[in-house]
């Protein structure tokens, strides 16, 4: 049928009845109805009473489910503003309809063009149109009016309070504001958690009670990543909820989707956004577009392949999508998914942009920043350090006819030949073109020297570390360094990467077990992937995408008690209460956009190109980019490199670019659309040709021009072709290090700290006794105890101050400030609690110089000894000297000492207050209790 020639009405009501076919409803026309020709039939021209007690007026469609009248479609030609139709609708859905005996009104109400569908629910508490992507199913319709409330409805009145006990503030806040949200009908809901605040076991809460009081049938959980999903899962399955003896996952079906079937039984699915996408466009996945963050797949503009409804997965599949991660996977391509579903949309994110809040059209029912996080104790502040070198900052010349190592990037086999031409290379290429391994030396080098002198100088084991790399390539050469400089072997410092062997397993280990130290990857843990013990980022990778470095600074900031954190670091001596990004690249300072840029087709790489040509990008423009890429890398490879992409691609290279062309000439597309009519029995000519035939002609030559392209091994060795196949090795040029140390903002941060330790000492000088002790002279007459350092500590250490005693020391070192210039190459001293005296004198300047608490007490105690001996008939004997170097080491660790202290070791291994009571009895006197007195005041004076 030529519909071009009908009226505009009439073509709406050719598209809407192909809908209502398409989403399982039988067409009729008044009066010739057959009710039982199915479950759902819509009827055109029903009659309706116009108000007169006669049936002059008529209904465009009326929905019919099971026999009975539940709805009315009121239909529109193409430009109309629905919303101005909306009283009609609801006219005719409250009039006296011909035939039907119930008077309550219909409860479904449709407006639609043959592009546009608005539909209101009268049930709903406040009833409002909405648009949606297709018609629902007639078994959706007949559920709804069996149930005596609409989700909406249960949303408003049937949630009960939220139980607080097992969750945290912000999660409380986050779960009340969501609910908030969703009894107002609000379509989409931000919610902005830091990192570490445990964003998926909120969304986990949520979704437990849209289940069970919300009335939510199925909730869609999408991640972007498939290592997120399996991380989703794991969570879904280890929540038992409060007041409940069983798992969420023994009551409700959890469903991870690894196809494109949804189990019928499931409540919640877990699934990837582009294996989403793939279900709803039609296009095969690809299965590693699942293992790639969205953060790394640039998009084109404009759209690729549309999604298409799909009766199998109908728009009302979902009541509620829950969108992880969503400041990255929600827009252009992407976006269409959240389209499709008749769904309540809720976001989570640690790093929102401007794109994020407009998305969700700047509903945030929460809110909780990083900074906030840190106060509270959830996650922990980061110092920056940062090293350079002479050649990571300029780069260096290679001259020609040097004998160099060639090595192939993918199989890694070197040849050794001379360089043809004298060339120099600049930082962007070091580990891409050119692999400068003292480069990477130094930098590792120079990590390590200062983790083990400044960073961390009390511990034993390296602390866990995860360095950011630019490529596989790069992350083996950096792996292999790690090795021998640390000199570890192969469980010290290990791959994840996608394409590393078993990178769960690796990753399980790097959390749980003391192997492997150090970790390298290139973007899998780059995002969205906790690993709690981590204390150190390298970065020798740049990011430009504000978003991105945002998440993979996260990957630091989850705070660890000091019982979990001892488990793998067996040194550690405190909770963990801070990370440091090592910034090998200048990471911190290089210019970061607010979102990764669109960038269209001709910007694109030919990677990108590949890429997004696979997962549906087939505009004109992007197609005739990569024909253009195609011919050019043509002229470009000799034989063995087009023999290798023509094996594999199954054409030679130039029919590869020939064919995208001719999918997207007008003449062709033509022929192949007169083709298709002709297989059909329909005539046509050029001039009688539909914009439909036109577009599904063109679709067909464009899906078969890019059907080689799926194949991800065509892609990489397409890819690998246009790069140069071989990396220069410069082992020539050696790297030195100009600069390593903390950066500016971070000494501006421990200018701050050391501010808020001092604000804190002058405001509790009078009311807690360690401090006071030290402003109320002569304080050699009093007795600091270890009880009253602890209160301190505690008073110190919790939010919102969260001043450890390595903190504050860490901050003064930073600063280089009282005392010896060498401090930090001699660090070796465990950090204690009795530091904190040392802290505290200098502080309020009874000491010019900061030294460690034992330095202190050793200092005192030798001139303490030197005077006594000096006053004495009779200097102390050599056992008595080894006694009191034994009270003045528990002095030192515990700043004070009594006759109880000698029942435990070490003293009680060496006889106890027996023994040392023996030792100081002189002529019926004994010195002990007055020596005791007198250490304990002199030795912390």
Known sequence: MDIDGLKPETQARLSIDEQLKASGWKIQTWPKVNLGEGLGVAVREYPIDSGKGQYTDSADYLLFVNRLAVGVIEAKKDETILSQVEDQTLRY?????????????????????????????????????????????????????????????????????????????????????????????????????????????????????LLNHGGAKRILFLVDTRNLGKQAQQEFHAFKPQGTQTF???????????????????????CTIQRMYSILSGKPIDESAEDVSLHEIKQNQQQGKLVKYNPAVPIETFDFIIVDECHRSIYNLWKQVLDYFDAFTIGLTATPDKRTFGFFNENIVAEYSYEDSVLDGVNVGYDVYEIETEIGNKGAELKAKEWLDHRDKLTRKKRWAQAEEGSNYTSKDLDRSVVNKSQIRQVIKAMKRAVEIEIFPNRKEVPKTLIFAKTDSHADDIIQIVREEYGQGNEFCKKVTYSAKDPDGILNDFRNDFNPRITVTVDMIATGTDVKPLEILLFMRDVRSKGY????????????????????????????????????????????????PLERAPNLSMKDLLQGVAMGHRDDE?????ASRLTRLSKQLDKRGLDKVEKLAGKPLPQLARELLTAIDPDAINQKALTNAKEAGITRSEETLTDTERQTAKDQLVDQACQSFDNPETREVIESARRDHEQLIDHINLDTVTYSGYSGQATDDAEKVIQTFKDFIEQHKDDIQALSFFYQQPYQRRGLTFAMLEELHQALSKPPLLLTTEKLWTAYERLNQGGDKNTKQKANTQRQLT?????????????????????QVDAKFKKWIFRHNAQRSTAFTEQQTQWLRLIKDHISASCFIERDDFDYSPFSDHGGLQKVWGLFNNDDKNELDSLLAEMNQELIA
């Open 93 to 209: 859905a409250t009039s006296k309809i011909k035939f039907r005996k119930e008077e309550a009104p219909l409860s479904f109400l449709f407006e639609a063009t043959s592009q546009v569908i608005h539909f209101t629910d009268l049930r709903d508490p406040a009833p409002r149109a909405r648009e949606v992507f297709y018609f629902f199913k007639p078994e959706t319709l007949q559920t709804w009016s069996k149930q005596d409330n609409s989700l909406r409805y249960s949303l408003k009145n049937c949630m009960p309070e939220l139980e607080k006990a097992t969750l945290r503030d912000c999660q409380v806040s986050a779960i009340t504001g969501l609910e908030k949200s969703l009894s107002e009908n609000r379509p989409r809901s931000l919610i902005h958690m830091a990192t570490g605040a445990g964003k998926t076991f909120t969304a986990i809460n949520a979704v437990y009670r």
């Open 248 to 270: 969420f996952h023994e009551n409700h079906i959890v469903q991870r989707l690894n196809s494109s079937t949804i189990d019928d039984a499931a409540e919640v699915c877990i």
């Open 549 to 596: 470095y945002e998440q993979m600074k996260g990957r630091g900031v989850r705070s660890l008690s000091y019982e979990d954190l001892h488990n793998v670091s067996k040194s550690a001596t405190t909770d963990k209460d801070r990370f440091v990004l090592i910034d090998a690249v200048g990471v911190e300072k290089s210019l970061k956009t607010e979102s990764r």
């Open 622 to 626: 992007t197609i005739q980019s990569l």
């Open 835 to 855: 530091d904190i005296i040392s802290l505290i004198k200098f502080a309020i300047g009874l000491d010019a110089e900061l030294k460690p608490f034992v330095e």
